[in-house]
């Protein structure tokens, strides 16, 4: 007899995470995968999210739509709340009552005070931009619902496929001889390949073994091991990548920009390590194969 397979809903799919997830199904032969970029469904339009879930009758849908332009976001205030909060409403009426099971993604910048610890799920949020207020209110409205909810706050994403730092330090890196990259912020890159790994993985054992479901419907932080910075990182992608740009140090209030940023963005991953048994590699190695899936 044919074993069920699980069905994966993926929503925002032709972003950074999303385009990973499309990576790793096309490896994978126990999970059937359906995936939707923006352009055939908008999150905020409630009769698109009907029609696809009513049509796929997933078991999870894994939402990695985003509005991520943290800086344009203090200008474009109602799309960004619009996307990160409003839709969230949309899509956890959607999957009420249906027997789904959702994951979204959420951001370090909801907590936002400088403790000098690894910040835990729990410790104090302080969102201080639009985008970060946005990411926790979409939160909320999910932890809220009756839908069972994996929310993951992550932080720093890099990947092969979209935008991101390191794919820009790579770029600049080859065309200048210098670059000022900010040292008062401390974090941990995530590379989305691993994260969406981790989700895939926590997918699996949770249908496996029903018990898990109470820990499946909860909020963890999720970054590569490890504490750097911005700097930090800059500079191993230079000697990763073989380019003798110099980078040079600079302190947060010499490069402002818009919208403010964390200074102390170091989660800790205990939580989703114990609840799961997953083992996330360190910063360096996931450096290493994101560069190396850059080539
Ligand atoms: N990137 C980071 O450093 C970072 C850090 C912490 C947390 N996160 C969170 O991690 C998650 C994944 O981020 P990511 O880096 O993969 O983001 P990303 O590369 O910007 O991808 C987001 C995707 O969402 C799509 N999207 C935007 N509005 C949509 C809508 N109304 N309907 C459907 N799709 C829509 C975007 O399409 P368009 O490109 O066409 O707009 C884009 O493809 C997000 O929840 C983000 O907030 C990211």
Redesign the pocket.
Known sequence: METKKIKILV??A?????QEFRYLASENQVLDFKFF??DE????AEGDVHRIIDENKPNFVIN?????AVDKAEAEVDQCFA??RD?CATITNVLNGKGIKLV??????VYNSYTGFPIKEDDNKNPQSVYATS?LEGENIIRASEVPALII?????V?SF???FVKTMKKLGAEREQLNVVNDQYGAP?Y?RHLAKSVLDIILKVTENPSLEPHFNDTYNYANEGLITWYDLASQVMKIAGLSCKVSPIPTTAYPTPASRPRWSVMSKQKIKHNFGIVIPHWYTALKECMDAMK
């Open positions: 929503l925002g032709n972003g950074q995470l999303g970029g923006r469904v908008d999150i905020c990695c739509a985003a509005y991520t996307i990160n839709a979204h993604f959420s951001s370090d910048y990411k706050r992550t932080s720093w994403v990947s979209g935008h991101n995530t989305a």
